[in-house]
C-alpha cells in the first residue's frame, strides 16, 4: 500500500486560494501513481486557529451525506469527491462542520471533522473530532463516537483521529491512560492515520531555521502518545500515520513535520518525514525500508 501526506501552509479564511495552493502541490507530487490513500490536515482549506464562533462562522460546511449531490455538499468535500475520483484513490481531509440535526427544533451542531471519500467518490466516513484543544472549545462539539476504527472501503481496516485526539483527555486524562491509541490496539488496527494542526513550541522565526529539518520534540511526542504498541503481540507491523499542517496564523506556528511510522516487535522506525516549513506531498510505500529507527532509549517516558 501506498499512503500520502498532503502538508502546506493554508491561510486562514482563504479557502479558494488554500485549494488552488494543494491542487498545484498534487499536479507536482512526485512518485504518486498508484497511491491508495491520500490524507491532508485538519480542516485543511477552512485554516485552523479562528479566534471564536463568529470568525469561523462563514467557513462551516455542511454534513455530506451519501444520498446526497455533488451539489448539496460543502466546498471541501466536493473538492474531496472529484479529485478522488481523478487520481482515483482514497482521500480523507479536515473541515468544520456544521450539522442539522433531522429532530425538529433541535439546533444545529458544529464539529471539527473529517471527511473521508473512496476513489469513486462515495463518502466512506465523516469522523468528528472526539478530544478538543482549547481553539476548538471555541466554537466546536465533541464528536459522539469514540474516535473511529474499523473498515474503510478498499483499505481495509484502519484507525483514524484528528490532531488532539492522540493526547490525553483536556489535557487532565491520566497520560498512562492512552485513549486513542487503546482505542486502536483494542480494535486490532494495522494502520493508523491522524490529520492535524499540531503546535510547535518553536517560535515563528525559529522555525525557518533549517527549514527542511523535522522538529524533533513534536517526533518524539507522537511517538511516546503510540508507544504501548511496541507491546502488540506478533509478527505484523502497525503503521501510524500523522499528516500535519505547516506555517504561521496569527500566534499559532504549526510543527509541519508529517511523518510515517512503523512499530514492529517492540522497535519503532520512521519510514519517512517532512520539513518544519516543507510545502509538499509526501508519498510513501508502506514496504519500503525504514529511513532509521527509534529505540527505547530515545523516547522520553512520561
Not at 203 to 216: M, N
Not at 232 to 254: D, F, K, L, S, T
Request: net charge negative.
Amino acid at each position: 500500500m501506498k499512503v500520502a501526506c498532503l502538508q502546506f501552509a493554508p491561510k486562514l479564511g482563504r479557502v479558494d486560494d488554500n485549494i488552488d495552493r494543494a491542487n498545484g502541490l498534487i499536479q507536482r507530487a512526485a512518485n504518486f501513481n498508484h497511491v491508495d490513500w491520500l490524507i491532508l490536515p485538519e480542516m485543511a482549506f477552512s485554516g485552523y486557529n479562528f479566534p471564536s464562533l463568529e470568525a469561523i462562522t462563514p467557513f462551516l460546511e455542511p454534513t455530506p451525506h451519501p444520498s446526497q449531490h455533488l451539489e448539496a455538499y460543502g466546498i471541501t468535500t466536493r473538492w474531496a469527491v472529484t479529485t478522488a475520483q481523478f487520481l482515483k484513490c482514497t482521500i480523507t481531509v479536515g473541515y468544520p462542520e456544521l450539522h442539522t440535526p433531522s429532530t425538529p427544533n433541535t439546533p444545529p451542531i458544529r464539529y471539527n471533522s473529517t471527511v473521508t471519500v473512496s476513489p469513486t467518490g462515495v463518502i466512506l466516513s465523516n469522523y468528528r473530532k472526539t478530544h478538543l484543544y482549547y481553539t476548538d472549545e471555541t466554537w466546536a462539539s465533541e464528536g459522539p463516537t469514540r474516535f473511529f476504527a474499523g473498515p474503510l472501503g478498499t483499505l481495509g481496516p484502519v484507525a483514524h483521529g484528528i490532531c488532539m485526539d492522540i493526547n490525553p483527555y483536556k489535557f487532565l486524562a491520566p497520560w498512562k491512560d492512552y485513549e486513542f491509541c487503546a482505542h486502536a490496539m483494542a480494535a486490532q488496527s494495522p494502520l493508523i492515520t491522524v490529520s492535524m494542526a499540531w503546535l510547535t513550541r518553536l517560535e515563528a522565526e525559529e522555525i525557518t531555521e533549517l527549514p527542511l529539518q523535522p522538529d524533533r520534540e513534536t517526533l518524539t511526542y507522537w511517538l511516546e502518545r503510540f508507544w504501548p504498541l511496541k507491546e502488540r503481540a506478533g509478527e505484523e507491523p502497525v503503521i501510524i500515520v500523522c499528516a500535519n499542517r505547516c506555517g504561521v496564523e496569527g500566534a499559532a506556528v504549526y510543527a509541519g513535520t508529517s511523518a510515517v511510522f512503523r512499530i514492529q516487535r517492540g522497535r519503532a522506525f520512521i519510514l519517512d518525514m517532512l520539513g518544519k516549513c516543507e510545502e509538499r506531498v509526501l508519498v510513501v510505500d508502506l514496504n519500503q525500508p525504514a529511513t532509521f529507527e527509534l529505540t527505547p532509549s530515545t523516547v522520553a517516558t512520561q
